[in-house]
């Protein structure tokens, strides 16, 4: 940052301002900035950022202000500045973008619409009334609307749209809030709607399924109070169970639908709009989210929202009863959102009743971000609109890597000097068009980011569709094993440096004796880690489908107990199940899994709870939603040579007249104080105080919380992921943070 000096006095400075500061109405604010202390000179994009020079007399009160109130959406990394000869020049210029630079701008990520447009949205005064693409300096799409950098109109999806003579006007005016927005637009000359917005409302309360064109791409909507609605979504989704999102109008509706705390309520705020994890009351349609206790909301993100809910509020019969839309991303199972029109109508045509399409293009897809809180603080469930492309600071420079991520809920990651920049939530890499999304967004980023990575950092198991591209990209590949990725992504973002301590828990990880883990006590040094326990070994038959079907797991662990011949009476329903206990007894060389996702299935099978899921982590989901109070099982667990051994606990899941509610809050209980033992004892050896928890587990906030109170209790310092979601989505990082280290340690060497 600048600091005057009293001793040198330039009349004329160079600044170089980088960071998020395209798209944010950075020039208009220098240009402010400028007039307002007399100032001559200029200001523009560039590749690099935003470049100024300012000639005159108060240039220590402009530099002064220009970093302490910046516009709202801004965020200065570094200013720079050179004193340069004085020329003269008079007044002050917001010049043309200029190509060139060495790459350090960056596109912002896109903002709710703000109070100000949103008071002209509903203002008749204003030529902005009604229109759905009202936007500003301050709100408004950017990541999913442009396609480089710098970040001007022509660079945007909004360059075929010439503006009138009145946004002409806003655009050249330095007292508009509009001065240089590069989204401005109005009825006379933006992008329009395919439908009005009374249109949908009609269509919605009259029980239609509506897929409408948002920021990033389409929703699936329908009336969230309409059981018969909800249930033909899912029918027509194929989506039988998966929780569905859901929008309201405002702050005050979500007090209808649901109970948040005050953490959760400044969440659904923030700019992003992102879904948030919220207790439920009961008043919607019980299909929304079956099983489950909480819901997902989250506020309008876009000025079509708005309308629509203005619409349906002006539309219905008893405006008592809460207003609530579900509104899911709009795919085929399997298949990235979809973004365009053609493709929309295509592929929607047997979903929705009702396509809303508009004219402006999305360029990058950018589904809903999901968000929780977890021991007061934030914490992502899937990052994405709102969030990416924000980088994440690393705390010190390193080399330009590349990190693909995995097979499940992929991402990738790339640094460049202090910042790494993880991509939107791109999905399972299960169908071919998921996979080309994958590929384009590499591309994307490669080039936006102006980067050629020095390494290519994958996942261990070799038949990851991500590992695959990884291997097509060239020969310079570091193979990082899955469950010391997460870890690392950990330590990566809060900085940790030396030896920590982290537990991963997962579903599923390839190990390095080729086995199935997900429940890890590992020491983790940079690039280096070393495995110091594990959850005792159960059997896991039939591979991959043990993951959809938890009555297996339920077999397994009946086997483990030495209870194989109640196979029969524990699942009635399911014939398979005596056979499978008879193999299992009969094979000892079955293979196994260490995997505390796999705990939970067994857990919920055993409790009746969930023996079929149709989407990951639906069994375990199913159980945390019933737990109240959780108790903790005296002998619950046992610790043999690093070994955590829950056999006893779920051989007490199987006492007489055990209800699911009893069990489930027995099982959490358990399972946090058998985690915390197990930690402490390992910390107590090594004399390791720093503790990172990682893995899809630790969204379960009744075991993430737990085992973070515990290992406090015991003076240990514990950190959960906040900056990249606990799941696999937060791979990338933790494979990019391990390659940096590799990198740095060979070099040194």
Wanted: glycine share 10%; charged share 20%.
């Amino acid at each position: 940052m600048y600091e005057a000096n009293p001793t040198t006095k330039p009349d004329r400075l160079r600044i170089r301002v980088t960071g998020a500061v395209q798209g944010v109405g950075f020039r208009p604010f220098v240009h402010r900035l400028a007039e307002r202390y007399g100032l001559s000179g200029f200001v523009l994009n560039d590749t690099s950022g935003v470049l100024a020079e300012i000639e005159g007399t108060s240039l220590d009160q402009f530099m002064a202000e220009l970093q302490r109130e910046p516009p709202p959406l801004a965020r200065i990394d570094g200013v720079d500045v050179t004193p340069v000869p004085r020329n003269g020049q008079r007044g002050f210029a917001i010049r043309a973008s200029v190509p060139g630079g060495d790459g350090q701008s960056r596109i912002v990520p896109d903002a709710a619409t703000c109070p100000s447009c949103l008071d002209e949205l509903f203002d008749p005064a204003s030529r902005f009334h009604l229109y759905p693409f009202v936007t500003c300096t301050n709100c408004g799409p950017r990541f999913t609307i442009a396609s480089r950098v710098p970040y001007d109109r022509r660079n945007t999806s909004m360059a075929h749209f010439a503006p009138c003579d009145a946004c002409e006007a806003d655009y050249a005016d330095p007292a508009s809030r509009r001065f240089h927005a590069e989204t401005i637009a109005c009825a006379a000359c933006g992008p329009r709607l395919s439908h009005s917005p009374h249109d949908i409302a009609a269509a919605l309360l009259d029980g239609t399924i509506v897929a409408l064109k948002g920021i990033g791409g389409f929703h699936l909507m329908c009336d969230a109070t309409n059981e018969a609605s909800v249930q033909t979504l899912r029918r027509r989704k194929a989506r039988p169970h998966k929780p569905f999102a859901l929008m309201v109008a405002n702050a005050a509706c979500v007090e209808q639908i649901g109970m948040p705390t005050q953490s959760e309520r400044a969440l659904l705020r923030h700019t992003a709009r992102p879904i948030v994890m919220i207790q439920g009351n009961g008043r919607l349609a019980p299909s929304v989210a079956p099983g489950l206790d909480r819901i997902g909301v989250m506020l309008p993100s876009a000025p079509v929202h708005h309308l629509l809910f203005h619409a349906l509020a002006s539309a219905m019969k008893d405006p008592s009863g809460p207003v609530a839309l579900v509104a899911t991303s709009a795919n085929a199972a399997g298949e990235p959102l979809i973004t365009d029109d053609a493709e929309a109508h295509r592929a929607l045509a047997g979903i929705a009743d009702m396509i809303v399409t508009h004219d402006r293009p999305i360029l990058a897809r950018a589904d809903d971000t999901v968000m929780t809180v977890i021991d007061g603080a934030p914490a992502f469930i899937r990052r994405a609109r709102g969030f990416v492309p924000d980088p994440i600071d690393l705390g010190e420079d390193g080399p330009a890597v590349l990190a693909v991520g995995g097979h499940l809920k992929a991402t990738l990651c790339i640094t460049r000097g202090r910042e790494a920049f993880v991509s939107q939530h791109i999905g399972d890499l299960t169908k071919a068009a998921t996979v080309r999304s994958y590929e384009e967004t590499a591309r994307r980023m490669l080039a936006m980011l102006d980067i050629s990575p020095e390494l290519v950092a994958c996942d261990l198991h070799p038949d990851y569709r991500s590992t695959l591209f990884a291997e097509a990209l060239g020969p310079k590949i570091l193979r990082v094993q899955h469950h010391a990725a997460h870890l690392a992504a950990v330590a990566a973002e809060h900085h940790l440096r030396g030896t920590v301590l982290g537990v991963a828990l997962d579903g599923h990880g390839y190990g390095n004796d080729g086995g199935a883990w997900g429940g890890e006590l590992i020491a983790l040094e940079g690039a280096a880690w070393r495995r110091l326990g594990h959850l005792f070994p159960l059997p896991m038959p039939s591979g991959d489908r043990t993951a959809r079907e938890p009555w297996r797991m339920g077999v397994a662990a009946l086997a483990a107990l030495g209870r194989g011949s109640e196979a029969a009476n524990r699942f009635p329903t399911i014939p398979q199940a005596p056979r499978l206990a008879s193999l299992l007894a009969a094979d000892s060389q079955r293979a196994t899994t260490t995997s505390m996702g796999r705990l939970f299935d067994a857990a919920a099978a055993l409790l009746g709870v969930c023996t079929h899921q149709s989407h990951e982590g639906q069994a375990a989901m199913q159980l945390e939603a019933l737990v109240r109070s959780p108790t903790v099982l005296p002998g619950g667990y046992r610790i043999t040579n690093g070994i955590l051994d829950f056999r006893p606990l779920l051989g007490a899941l199987l006492t007489r007249g055990m209800q699911a509610r009893e069990g489930a809050e027995l099982f959490h209980g358990t399972l946090v104080a058998g985690l915390a033992a197990w930690i402490g004892e390992c910390a107590e050896r090594t004399s390791h105080r720093q503790i990172v928890l990682g893995g899809g587990c630790l969204t379960n906030r009744v075991l993430a919380e737990g085992l973070v109170h515990a290992l406090r209790a015991s003076n240990l310092v514990a950190w959960l992921p906040r900056a990249v979601p606990a799941n696999d989505g937060g791979l990338s990082l933790g494979q990019a943070a391990f390659a940096r280290a590799h990198l740095m340690a060979t070099s040194s060497s």
